[in-house]
């Protein structure tokens, strides 16, 4: 069966310093994968997706980045954290389109 | 931008009730999909419906979609404390596409 882990569970950073997150996937290969962010009481925003390595495609600009190294590691990152980037953020895997996804159990990022 | 509007933002309701959730949308879409996120944890994947199923069932699950009037309803019989939690409804777009827009959910809580 499938599995994906997102780590680390919780992380508080001071603004400027950077950020990264790893999301990876076991049991399935070539998965699209996705970054969300979700606000306090609110839906999932996406923030990149990827088909393939080295294919991500971003949904909005932001001051986030993201990379795909191996077929299912997913890496969010930035150079210098904003406050505006303090949220919930999950990673998840799907077969491709028509499919659900299945998410990590997420990132609670605070920035100070 | 959010595609899919549940109603209501909130629901509270006894042990042993029935629970509707209603989502609509704005724009063609190949599925609809609903999830559950329990506090603090990434979503879970209920039921995946197709653009031409108007029904679907998933154990105490009922899901409905009327693609004339853009709205789909989740029905939770029978609810259970352990039903607490967000809903989301979340819908796929045109062909090719795989990306998934959320909307802002529901909350649910069952009162034991």
């Known amino acids: 069966s499938q599995t994906i882990h997102q780590w680390p569970a919780t992380l508080v950073q001071p603004v400027g310093s950077p950020l990264s997150l790893e999301c990876t996937v076991e049991?399935?290969?070539?998965?699209?994968l996705y970054w969300y962010r979700q606000a306090a009481g609110r839906g999932l925003q996406l923030l990149f997706y990827?088909?393939?390595?080295g294919q991500i495609s971003s949904e909005v600009p932001q001051n986030l980045s993201a990379s795909r190294p191996q077929d299912r590691q997913f890496i969010l990152s930035s150079k210098k954290l904003l406050l505006s980037d303090s949220g919930f953020y999950l990673c998840?895997?799907?077969w491709g389109g028509g499919q659900p996804q299945h998410f990590g159990d997420g990132t609670r990022l605070s920035i100070l | 931008s959010q595609q899919g509007e549940e109603d209501p933002q909130a629901l509270s309701i006894q042990e042993g009730e029935n629970a509707t959730m209603n989502c609509s949308y704005k724009t063609s879409i190949n599925n609809l999909q609903w999830y559950r996120q329990n506090s603090g944890r990434g979503l879970v994947h209920l039921i995946l419906?197709?653009?031409?199923?108007r029904e679907k069932h998933s154990g105490r699950l009922r899901v409905t979609l009327d693609t004339s009037k853009k709205s789909s309803s989740l029905l939770i019989t029978a609810s259970r404390a352990a039903d607490t939690a967000s809903y989301f409804c979340?819908?796929?777009?045109?062909?090719?596409?795989?990306?998934?827009?959320f909307g802002k959910g529901t909350k649910l809580s069952v009162i034991p």
């Open positions: 049991g399935t290969s070539n998965p699209n």
């Open positions: 979340a819908t796929e777009g045109g062909a090719g596409s795989y990306q998934l827009t």
């Open positions: 998840a895997w799907s």
């Open positions: 419906i197709r653009s031409n199923e």
């Open positions: 990827s088909v393939g390595i």
